[in-house]
């Protein structure tokens, strides 16, 4: 506009400065263009052209950058366009010794995209964007996040940070945990996986539930810390780990990490500088989790001592750097069929729904609207209705682990859970066995005559209440059941796991895991 104001003469508003000869130009560097005023790029074509006979892809791109920002470029995207072959001829080769695949092939689309994102990583790192030159195309924003998988490998052999991989199931957690502790192991690294879950501990190597590996007090408050001393085999691991790894973040409370947050920082203090003003003493340390699932369990608590007791309220999260996963990969896998992708996205969305809070049915926000294609009509008889979908052809199949493991029913309340439970055990032909729980005091106790009176037998045979079981079990041999205790964490027996009992004795049980 400038150029325009001191060349042409008598203009009354901004379009009568951009029209030259009756034509109105869209912008005043196109009106500069039709009047002579700004010379060609020639000399800028013809160093790249030159330059390209010589250098390798990569200085050919910092020549690029140079030219960008340094010299009087009039036509960004002619320049581009003009010296984009050379610019990309070694794009496919370097993206295959990125992601390690000889044979990948790349069309015309993402061989540019992988250029503009390669000339802006070098834009960036000299203060400047591809959005900073008018005319130039961007790069695909999802090709400039930085990797986690990345980002973490780095943290481990610099200063340590906390990362937070957000993302709900099916997104790859799972993998790139496993990807880590492959990698950093093989480096003679240890890294310690743990999750909140036993379950979740299983499919970590070597995974260890958090309480478990780290003495976190079960019940947790805000000055707890973990139970670890000096000079011991858990405190010399700790002065030699690398990495630690969180699954299912979201389901423990924030007190439990800022326990570990308040021991690492003193167990540390010999391992890094001024460990103790650093979250977790400086040690890298990695979260996971999906918050639209399963919150701290609160006793009695209200929605806002829920949302109190959770790591995003903890006084460590303004310190995590978060990275979102939100691509199912288990419906590109090739193993699953069209129709059962349709499916499978069909019910993940409305999962999401439900957990982004966008599917509420009434305006106190208490009810939620069910798609037609996964609920069952009402019948007169619920529970038989229930049993009959999920567990078709149930007498026919009842010892087929393949059957039995994908399949589950999930019950509000435990009575319910009773109820179903006898139901099916009755439909089971195979004889069965029921076994009592200790219904006396102990003889070693003191006072066992006066306990006696306190307590009868038939008021022990009558308790139900949470963390107790019931006075009787009814089991076939066939029958799945689950496990309520950490018995061999190691063997994969801990809360969770679901078995088949195979042989009933009179003092044991045998039980295969499924």
Known sequence: MRMLLNFVKGCTSFESIRTV????YSTFKGACYALGLLDDDKEWIDCLTEAAIWTTGNELRHLFVTILIHCQVSDARKLWQSNYTTLSEDIVTLQRKRFRIKDLQLN???V??????EIESIMQKMGKSLK??????LPNSSLMRESAYEAILQSVENEGHLFFICGHGGTGKTFLWNTLITKLRSESKIVLPVATSGIAALLLPNGRTTHSRFHIPLEVSAESTCEIRHDTLLSELLMKTSLIIWDEAPMANKYCFEALDKSLRDILRTRYENSTTKPFGGLTIVCGGDFRQIFPVVPKGTRADIADASLNSSYLWPFFKIYELNQNMRLYNGSVDEYEVAKIAYFEKWLL???DGSLYDDIDKELIKNPFKIYKNPSNDPMNSILEAIYPSLLHNYSDSTYLKERA???????????????IMNMIPEEGRIYLSSNSIC???????????????ELLHSLK??????????????APGMLLKNLNQIEGLCNGTILIVTRLGKWSIRGDII
């Open 409 to 423: 029913i999930l019950n509000p309340k435990n009575e319910v859970v009773h109820e179903l439970n006898e139901m």
């Open 465 to 478: 209440f949470n963390g107790i079981p019931n006075h009787d079990i009814n089991l076939n041999e066939g």
């Open 112 to 117: 540019e995209a992988y250029t503009l994102f």
């Open 108 to 110: 015309d689309i993402q």
């Open 353 to 355: 729904q439900i957990g």
């Open 132 to 137: 900073d030159i008018d005319g130039l195309p």
């Open 21 to 24: 000869n009756g034509v109105t």
């Open 443 to 457: 003889k070693a106790s003191i006072n066992t005559n006066e306990e006696d009176l306190l307590y009868p037998i």
